[in-house]
Each structure stands twice: as structure tokens, then as C-alpha cells.
């Protein structure tokens, strides 16, 4: 699927290295020592490189950490909350699996994903494993209990749950994905798995003793720049069905919202409704829970071009502040 485009060699060696004998050089350069010949001078410079290497990749290590949002919302990237990589399809129809598709996202952003087909509770675990991750730096260990993890996805804590959590962190393991958008860190892309590694205690099944280690790649933090990610309010999310939900985080990444077909829309979602009526009505399902917790004030369906309006509610004063510290 495409993008919508109808929408609105050798180390380098920095020094001097006289050569021997030569009258033309009437002093040593700097931090060369006396006597020292041409090729120690060689070796010393390739180990001084290697030390501000090393030291560069000390510094990089230390600042790949996500924002520290405040506890109330959840960080997801406006490229993947804008495209149909979490889909809205419902647990009752067979998940897809893709080699290296394209997947339906706004122009200004390119994806392409390998692996099982990711929808909304994937996109929950993955937004909450984020949630925990951005407390350190990317690369360590994020460690927790299963237990806690359901009771903030707002699951129950039965057998099945905890079943459909390790699938959800096996999927988002078992993934390639491709991201390129014009509002990443340096204008850079991401490729790699959503989760890197994970482990877990086979022994405990259930209940608290049930503990978790999860990896993420250090490079995600390209994702994250300071306007090319999102902060999604989470207990509206959680009280909401898979298309509402995604129509929460699309909505979320507008200020303004602009207009969009109702089928550019079930295109992005990436929604299995064959019918473009039944999905129009499903959609104002949807559209009506948002307005019922508060997110929307109001939205219209154009009945001759069937183009989607909606206006958002005033943002709370609390989070116009937090916006403010992240700058």
C-alpha cells in the first residue's frame, strides 16, 4: 500500500607527519613528541582517534533516551500513529503476515513492515513498553512484572491474558519495520524490530512472580524528536474499541485537524470492511465514543464529497503546560 498522496572505505587521519630531513618544517606540530619517529607518530594518532571515538560513542550512548513524558499519556511517533501499522481490525479476523509491505500512511512518511500483522493491542503493549523504557537510557534492561503490565493495559489478570500478553510482545519481537518521515531526529530513518529481545520466568505463569526483561533498540530515539511524536492521553484510550482507538491517535497527532475522505480513512486505519458503507457506519460508532469521553467535540460527514470533519475539545490546561516543558 502507498503512501496518500491526495492529503491535504579507510579511517581518515587527521595531523602532520613531517617528513624526515625536511628543511621546509621549522617546527614540530602539536602534541608530537621529540625525537619521535614517523611511524610512531602514526601509531599515536590512530590511537588518539580511536580514544574520540570512543569517546563519541560514550556520549551517543548516554543521550539515546526517550522524553520524559508525564505519567498521564503515552509517546507514540506520528509516523506510526498516522498509518495503518497498528490496524483497527477486530480478534475475530485472521491477522495478515507481510513481507516488506508498504504500508498505508499519510505523505511525508514511508513505512514498510515484515512480520504478523500488528492491530491495537499490539499498539497498547508497545505503547506502554515505551511508557517504561524512557525512564533510562535505550538499550537497558526495561524489567517488570506481568501482573503490573495488565493492570495498566487496563486486561484482566486471568490465564488467557497473560497468554495474549506474551504473544502481543512475541509479535512486536518478530518484526522488520522501515520508517522514513521528514520529522525524524536529523532527518534520519529507523530500521529494526519494535522490540529487540525479551525474556521471562517459564516457571511463574501467573500473579505478580511473573517477571519480565525487555530490550529496545537505542536507535527508535529517531522517532521520538521533539515534533515528530505524539502524547496520547491513556485512560481515554484504554476506554476504547480497536477503530476508535486508532482514530484517537490519528486525531491526537492534529491540532487542527484537517479534512479526510471516510475512504482515505479506512484506507490509513487499514480496515478489513469490505463494504464502504458499513464502514462509514462503524466509523460514526466510533466517532460518537469520542466525543462521549471528551476528545471530540463534534464531527460531520460531508454527504456529497463524504469528507470527514471533526473538531477537537480544548486541550487541558495541564497539558499545554507539560507541552511547554518539553520545548
Known sequence: MA????????????????????????????????????????DRIRASAKARAKDVATVTSVVAQLPLWDERVRGLPNSLARSALF???????????CKFQRIAT????????????????????FLQLVHLARQQPLGEIIEFSGYALLKELGWTTSKGSYERLRECINRLSATSVVVKSDG?????????????????NADAERGTSQRWKIWLEPEIVVLFGRDSYTRIDWE????????A???????????????YKVETIKTLCGSRIAVLAKFRYKLRESLEMLVSVGFLTSFAIDSRS?????????RRISDVIEQKKMR
Open 3 to 42: 503512501d496518500i498522496d491526495d492529503l491535504q572505505g579507510k579511517d581518515s587521519i587527521e595531523g602532520f607527519i613531517a617528513p624526515e630531513n625536511s628543511d621546509s618544517v621549522k617546527s614540530e606540530p602539536p602534541g608530537s613528541k621529540k625525537g619521535e619517529t614517523a611511524m610512531e607518530k602514526v
Open 87 to 97: 490496524t483497527s481490525s477486530n480478534r475475530s479476523v485472521a491477522r495478515d503476515h
Open 106 to 125: 499519510l505523505k511525508g512518511a514511508e513505512i514498510h513492515y515484515t512480520g504478523e500483522e500488528l492491530r491495537q493491542d499490539d499498539g497498547d503493549v
Open 184 to 200: 525524524t531526529i536529523g532527518d534520519k530513518g529507523y530500521g529494526g524490530s519494535l522490540i529487540r529481545k525479551f525474556e521471562w
Open 236 to 243: 481515554q484510550r484504554l476506554s476504547l474499541p480497536p477503530l
Open 245 to 259: 482507538k486508532w482514530l484517537h491517535q490519528f486525531y491526537f497527532t492534529h491540532e487542527k485537524p484537517l479534512g
Open 306 to 314: 463524504d469528507v470527514l470533519s471533526v473538531e477537537r475539545a480544548p
